[in-house]
């Protein structure tokens, strides 16, 4: 962090707070008798970079609907969907995460027709276990106004079918907002 002196040789760590950094000799000077040395043999250490983030709120929310995480074909995801909303007969729109990519042929992606097949009078909307695709039925993008007629040119994708045109349920990155909007706040 100092730009006269990018390099160092040595860094002394007293409670967890870097209290110097610079050559050998000095920075050695500070250890005590129950100091802990580290020897590099002369390679490079640097500042850890760390992306320990949260998303607390949204992950929260995750917990009270449908949890595909242990489900991995869609026959599975199917049951979990269809006993979530049979035993929450109450909520308006079915949520939940968990599906994973792999979980689906190199060539299909997760389709509003899987869904419909098991709820096809109320809303779901399934999110990705990293949060970044979601996995909508028919119902959904009706209620969303997604259709044929949609043109979506943000960021990500509204998967589309190359045949009719018609929306498959797959929404990726900004695409999902076009259905997430309209899933009341909690």
Known sequence: ????????????????????????????QLAGPNSHVIDLGG?????????AHTHFVTNSLNMA????????????????V????????????????????ECFS???????????????????????WDGHAAWVNSKALQL???????????SGQLGVDPKTGEPTGYLKEGARALVEKTIPET
């Not at 730009?3 to 110097?20: C, L």
């Not at 609907?65 to 049951?79: E, F, H, T, Y």
Request: hydrophobic content about 40%; aromatic content about 8%; glycine content about 10%.
């Open 106 to 128: 190199a060539h299909q992606l997760p389709a509003r027709q899987d869904l419909d097949a098991v709820v096809r009078d109320r809303p779901v909307f399934l999110r990705s």
């Open 43 to 51: 390679r490079l250490a640097v500042p850890g970079f760390n992306d």
């Open 65 to 80: 609907g449908v949890d595909l995480s242990g489900d991995c074909s869609v026959a599975a995801m199917q049951k979990a």
């Open 144 to 154: 969303a106004g997604v259709g044929a007629h949609t043109r979506y040119t943000g």
């Open 82 to 101: 269809k006993d979530w909303a049979a035993a929450h007969p109450k909520e308006i729109w079915i949520t939940g995460s968990g599906w994973r990519y």
């Open 1 to 28: 962090g100092d730009p006269e002196n990018p390099w160092a040789e040595a860094i002394a760590i007293r409670r967890s707070r870097i209290v110097a950094v610079g050559n050998n000799l000095p920075v050695a």
